[in-house]
């Protein structure tokens, strides 16, 4: 099983992520530094972890949408290799063109850091087979600019496509119709606000995040 983590400038979840892929794939994940202009051959998973990537200067994300390794994200995503990209890695994602919409300022401005409750939308995703539709989870959040954002012809093809993979239960911070995940057309990009690498173990307060990286990486390596 080989996995990556991109890192970038001001990642600060890029080990939280690195720790949940060698946990439950078996083998640590490359760090792959932003700059690079390739990827390690024969990737089963990217991650694009969490942080404050080139300081969110600009727009969250901006910047490091622009850098060359996304260049080689984007072509494995292409092939088919599933990438998820987890708070800032979403924000990343979508400035990157890999996935609809945006990610704006909360609406009420503020910094928020606490579990909230999700719904799972769709679980026919790599990122939620060992989850069941519908199924609430708790999952830890931590972002100033999680505000997802879309037109509605988006909104309504994202919900119409089934490609809306986690929802708020309360609504947070201000997203459109309380999306807190999305997949790209495909379904092997994944993009999600709040930090399933942040329920791992017990010790974090629930593991409901872990069973996202066991049916992915149970999937790729079948």
Same mark, same amino acid.
């Given at each position: 099983?080989?996995? *990556?983590? %991109?890192?970038? =400038?001001? #990642?600060?979840?890029?080990?939280?992520? &690195?720790?949940? /892929?060698?946990?439950?794939? $078996?083998?640590?994940?490359?760090?792959?530094?932003?700059?690079?202009?390739?990827?390690?051959?024969?990737?089963?998973?990217?991650?694009?972890?969490?942080?404050?990537?080139?300081?969110?200067?600009?727009?969250?994300?901006?910047?490091?949408?622009?850098?060359?390794?996304?260049?080689?994200?984007?072509?494995?995503?292409?092939?088919?290799?599933?990438?998820?990209?987890?708070?800032?890695?979403?924000?990343?994602?979508?400035?990157?063109?890999?996935?609809?919409?945006?990610?704006?300022?909360?609406?009420?401005? *503020?910094? %928020?850091?606490? =579990?909230? #409750?999700?719904?799972?939308?769709?679980? &026919?995703?790599? /990122?939620?087979?060992?989850? $069941?539709?519908?199924?609430?989870?708790?999952?830890?959040?931590?972002?100033?600019?999680?505000?997802?954002?879309?037109?509605?012809?988006?909104?309504?093809?994202?919900?119409?496509?089934?490609?809306?993979?986690?929802?708020?239960?309360?609504?947070?911070?201000?997203?459109?119709?309380?999306?807190?995940?999305?997949?790209?057309?495909?379904?092997?990009?994944?993009?999600?606000?709040?930090?399933?690498?942040?329920?791992?173990?017990?010790?974090?307060?629930?593991?409901?995040?872990?069973?996202?990286?066991?049916?992915?990486?149970?999937?790729?390596?079948?």
């Amino acid at each position: 099983m080989k996995s *990556a983590v %991109i890192v970038f =400038p001001g #990642s600060n979840c890029d080990r939280d992520l &690195a720790v949940a /892929f060698a946990e439950v794939g $078996g083998t640590p994940p490359a760090m792959v530094w932003h700059a690079d202009s390739e990827l390690p051959p024969g990737l089963d998973v990217i991650g694009v972890p969490g942080g404050f990537s080139y300081g969110d200067y600009l727009r969250s994300g901006a910047m490091a949408a622009r850098s060359p390794v996304m260049r080689a994200v984007a072509d494995a995503a292409a092939r088919g290799v599933p990438v998820i990209g987890i708070c800032n890695g979403f924000q990343i994602l979508t400035e990157a063109g890999l996935l609809p919409g945006a990610l704006m300022r909360n609406a009420e401005l *503020a910094y %928020i850091c606490r =579990p909230v #409750s999700l719904v799972v939308e769709n679980d &026919a995703l790599p /990122f939620t087979n060992r989850y $069941g539709a519908g199924e609430r989870i708790t999952i830890p959040i931590a972002h100033h600019d999680g505000n997802y954002q879309a037109d509605t012809d988006t909104l309504d093809r994202l919900e119409g496509e089934s490609r809306v993979a986690f929802r708020y239960v309360d609504q947070c911070n201000g997203s459109a119709r309380n999306i807190a995940g999305v997949v790209n057309a495909a379904g092997n990009v994944l993009g999600m606000m709040p930090h399933p690498e942040r329920a791992l173990e017990p010790a974090h307060g629930n593991t409901d995040g872990r069973r996202l990286f066991e049916g992915l990486f149970e999937l790729v390596g079948a």
